[in-house]
């Protein structure tokens, strides 16, 4: 059996996410590095500028990444595992390109990347390899020794993820009012995409008009979560999975149908009641606490519809362990030793490095941390 905390050859671990403002005055630059080159209209920005002026201009996106990290470091410390943890962000402090300097600087050559987006997308994986390429460019020109970088598979359906989200979801079903509770339906929500990203995400072999490997890899954790859930409280429940935090031009199609939207069908319908499951999260950010917490339930208010919302998975234990689980098992397939590859559902374990044509997005970019990394190799 390999060993289960050398991370060699890794000499360190990247976090990567997204970023959020952290005060009022942080809100429009925030929106700017987030939109520079997207298209998205003028009101959007505004609408959306307005939904963190709500809670005074701060994202609890870094806070939870800071809470992740430190939770990643003990986790690593408990088990012997010796590789420093990093962070950095796509659209705000402390951005990646500082980060990786200072990796550089520490003498890090082969850094593996976690990237805090469970599911393939151009927005969840392509734009982070993006990014880090960008950063690579950077610190190349600067004449400083460039790290080779990796980028960890996706965990959408390792254990340590879904099964949290099962207890979340039992959790938010013992919120609601015991009469409604065996009647409530399952609303498992992520980010909308525009169809076309959906259709084009993931291998080309996942491509299609059917929403490609993120609605497949979204579907298949939803009928888990809604399996386990049935499993544990032995109540089979409809479920959906709904679309939310949709953006860009109105003539755009993006996946339908939005949560809000489902809310007013399903009252229609003469559900009793409903959950909502963020699945396309991994923490309480801001498209969960306005999104979810804020406007649908006012939708649902309105309807006089009970919902109530579950967790993510943010820094539970179990999903910790799996993100050092997954760790250790890249280093131990890097290594030429066989690694156990651990996944629930029907899609088995992602791939660990993204193939050409994976995720493409509207202009070719550079990209790192796969088949197509231009600086692959550039350390060894
Ligand atoms: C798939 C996906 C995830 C999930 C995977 C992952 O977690 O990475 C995600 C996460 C997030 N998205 C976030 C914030 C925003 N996303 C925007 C815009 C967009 N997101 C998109 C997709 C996704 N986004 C897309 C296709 C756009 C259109 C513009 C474009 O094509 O790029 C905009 C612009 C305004 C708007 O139009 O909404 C904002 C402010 C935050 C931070 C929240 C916080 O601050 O707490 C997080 C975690
Ligand atoms: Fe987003």
């Known amino acids: 059996m390999p060993d289960q905390s050398d991370p060699a050859p890794y000499d360190a671990l990247l976090l990567l996410s997204f970023g959020g403002p952290e005060g009022p005055d942080d809100v429009v630059p925030f929106l700017e590095n987030v939109t520079r080159g997207r298209g998205i209209p003028r009101e959007r920005l505004e609408e959306v500028g307005q939904h963190y ?6 994202s609890p996106i870094n806070d939870q990444n800071r809470e992740l990290l430190a939770a990643l470091r003990k986790e690593f410390a408990d088990h012997g595992v010796d590789l420093p943890v990093h962070w950095g962000n796509r659209n705000w402090a402390p951005y990646l390109t500082d980060t990786l300097r200072e990796m550089a600087a520490a ?3 082969r850094v593996l990347t976690l990237a805090t987006s469970a599911y393939a997308s151009y927005s969840g994986c392509r734009q982070y390899r993006e990014n880090l390429a960008e950063s690579l460019a950077a610190l190349e020109a600067e004449g400083l020794p460039l790290p080779r970088v990796d980028k960890l598979r996706h965990f959408f359906n390792h254990p340590g993820f879904v099964e949290p989200m099962v207890d979340r979801t039992l959790a938010a079903l013992a919120e609601l009012p015991e009469e409604v509770r065996a009647g409530a339906h399952l609303a498992f929500t992520t980010h909308s995409v525009p169809t076309a990203a959906a259709d084009t995400s993931g291998p080309p072999a996942a491509h299609g008009d059917g929403g ?3 609605v497949a890899q ?4 939803a009928r888990l979560v809604a399996a386990g859930v049935r499993d544990r409280d032995g109540v089979e ?7 939310q935090s949709r953006s860009g031009a109105p003539h755009i199609p993006w996946l339908e149908p939005d949560i809000c939207d489902h809310l007013e069908e399903l009252h229609q319908a003469g559900a009793s009641a409903v959950v909502m499951v963020p699945i396309g999260f991994v923490s309480d950010h801001m498209e969960v606490i306005y999104d979810l ?3 649908a339930l006012a939708k649902a208010t309105d309807l006089r519809l009970p919902v ?3 967790g993510t998975v943010g820094a539970d234990p179990r999903f910790v362990s799996g993100l050092r689980e997954l760790v250790i098992e890249r280093a131990v397939t890097e290594r030429g030793e066989g690694a156990h590859r651990r996944a629930l559902g029907e899609l088995g374990p992602s791939h660990d490095v993204c193939p050409l044509g994976c995720c493409p997005g509207r202009t070719p970019k550079p990209a790192a941390a796969g088949a197509d990394d231009p600086y692959q190799g550039a350390a060894l």
């Open 308 to 310: 109530a919302r579950a």
């Open 212 to 214: 490609g490997a993120y």
């Open 107 to 109: 003498g890090h050559r």
């Open 53 to 58: 002026f709500l809670f005074g201009g701060v």
């Open 218 to 221: 979204h579907l298949d954790v």
């Open 237 to 243: 429940r409809p479920w959906r999975l709904v679309y």
């Open 293 to 295: 917490d804020t406007e």
